[in-house]
């Protein structure tokens, strides 16, 4: 029954609708497009309201949002110009600094050298200064010990002379003349140091 | 009249007779004014600021305005600026056509084959009279493709002729059928589950499967309404590029 019920109201709502609309031939049943009847109150209409579409697109609409769009695109084209000067002057103040701060290394390292070169020739000036007094100090030192030496020579050979006399008085008991005395320790001297 | 087609029926709101012809103001009339009034609110009151930063319905203008000009730019290049009122204008007539369809009981003019058939005979009589302006006889070269072997001539002559007065008829059948396909479905459909309720005979299920059925079938009416104002833009670019630069 329920089955029957169905296919019945499925017939009624679906199948003859449709059925009507693609039998109906010309006339009131036929698709209402058709009505020829209706065709120059829509023509008309569409004409009107196409032309009040076009008209205010054409004269206000369009163009004021064109000139929206191209503020819009001005305004951004000009903004990304800047922040490309902007950059570039960064990049410029960047290549200023980095060029000082090499400059100041340079001057920097140029005055430590400087610096150090001066110590060292200071370094070595006394150094030399120091070397030559100290050869004149050694130079004067060999010249005492030199004098001290031929004045020690001098006097030996006249002590000797005296101990050589007093040897032959005292020893052999006899009395020898200076000058004699002299020669022959001059000459023993002599031997001695040959 | 059968149920589903009922829909497209028109019923004069105010009879105006100008000499022999019935101009009278029908549901049809009224929206077609509805849609021109909307689409000249939505362009100018949302950039009447010409503000810098779009807001919601700014953006709508904008995108709307960038889609077309986009699409006409790509086909008619340097003087897209040219034609561009004319072919975003087509394309809200359509757009508001189909959009305003949707809403129940309101009237689909783009589903009457009249107003199509108007449209696209306005789009290739423009674009034809556009070609004859511009390149003078020149212009039937159009049906002769450079660099076609002469031999050919008798073949090809007279199917480029048919192509390009078919050309206002696809046109206008396209769209009309995929307004008028989608509204008696729909009005199939709804109609079933009306009277699957009214007579009362159980399998609610089935009822509910079928009512979400035409639910879907609505989202993909948006769509088709869509896609089918776009493809009007499209082709009547085409047709605009081939008034002006014969191929």
Redesign the interface.
């Known amino acids: 029954m329920?089955r029957k019920?169905?296919m019945t109201?499925?017939a009624?709502?679906?199948l003859?609708?449709?059925a009507?609309?693609f039998a109906?031939d010309g006339g009131?049943?036929g698709?209402?497009?058709?009505?020829v009847?209706?065709?120059?109150?829509?023509?008309?209409?569409?004409?009107?309201?196409?032309a009040?579409?076009?008209i205010?697109?054409?004269k206000?609409?369009?163009p004021?949002?064109?000139?929206?769009?191209d503020?819009?695109n001005a305004?951004k084209d000009s903004h990304l110009d800047q922040a490309g000067q902007l950059s570039e002057e960064a990049e410029k103040v960047k290549k200023a600094y980095e060029k000082s701060l090499a400059e100041a290394q340079k001057k920097a390292a140029d005055a430590m050298a400087a610096a150090a070169r001066d110590a060292s020739a200071k370094a070595a000036e006394e150094q030399s200064a120091f070397a030559e007094k100290a050869r004149k100090r050694l130079a004067e030192t060999d010249r005492n010990i030199a004098a001290a030496k031929t004045e020690a020579l001098g006097s030996m050979t006249e002590i000797a002379t005296g101990i050589a006399s007093d040897i032959a008085q005292k020893v052999a008991n006899m009395s020898v003349a200076e000058a004699d005395a002299k020669r022959a320790v001059e000459a023993a001297l002599k031997e001695h140091t040959a | 009249m059968s149920d589903i087609l009922e829909q497209f029926a028109l019923k004069p709101i105010v009879p105006i007779h100008l000499g022999s012809f019935d101009i009278s103001f029908t549901q049809s009339s009224a929206f077609m004014i509805a849609g021109a009034l909307l689409t000249i609110a939505l362009m100018t009151l949302t950039v009447r600021g010409k503000a810098l930063i779009p807001g919601r319905w700014q953006n709508i203008s904008e995108i709307l305005y960038e889609s077309i000009f986009g699409l006409t730019r790509e086909y008619l290049s340097d003087e897209a600026w040219k034609y561009f009122p004319f072919v975003f204008t087509v394309f809200m007539v359509v757009l508001m056509g189909n959009l305003f369809g949707l809403i129940p009981f309101a009237y689909t003019y783009t589903s009457q084959i009249i107003v199509t058939g108007a449209l696209a005979a306005l789009v290739v009589g423009f674009a034809t009279l556009l070609g004859f302006v511009r390149h003078g006889l020149h212009f039937f070269s159009l049906f002769f493709p450079k660099g076609t072997p002469i031999v050919m001539a008798p073949f090809i002559i007279p199917v480029e002729i048919i192509s390009y007065l078919s050309r206002p008829v696809s046109l206008s059948i396209r769209l009309c059928l995929n307004m008028v396909m989608g509204h008696m479905l729909m009005r199939l459909i709804g109609g079933f589950c009306v009277t699957m309720i009214a007579l009362g005979i159980g399998l609610k299920l089935f009822t509910a499967v079928t009512f979400s059925v035409n639910t879907m079938l609505m989202a993909l009416e948006c769509l088709v309404a869509l896609i089918q104002a776009h493809v009007f833009a499209v082709l009547t670019c085409v047709y605009l590029k081939d008034g002006v630069e014969l191929h």
């Open positions: 329920k019920a169905l109201s499925f009624a709502s679906v003859l609708p449709a009507q609309a109906a009131a049943g698709l209402p497009q058709m009505d009847r209706t065709f120059p109150s829509q023509l008309f209409w569409l004409a009107v309201s196409f009040l579409i076009y205010v697109m054409a206000i609409s369009l004021r949002v064109r000139e929206t769009l503020n819009r305004r």
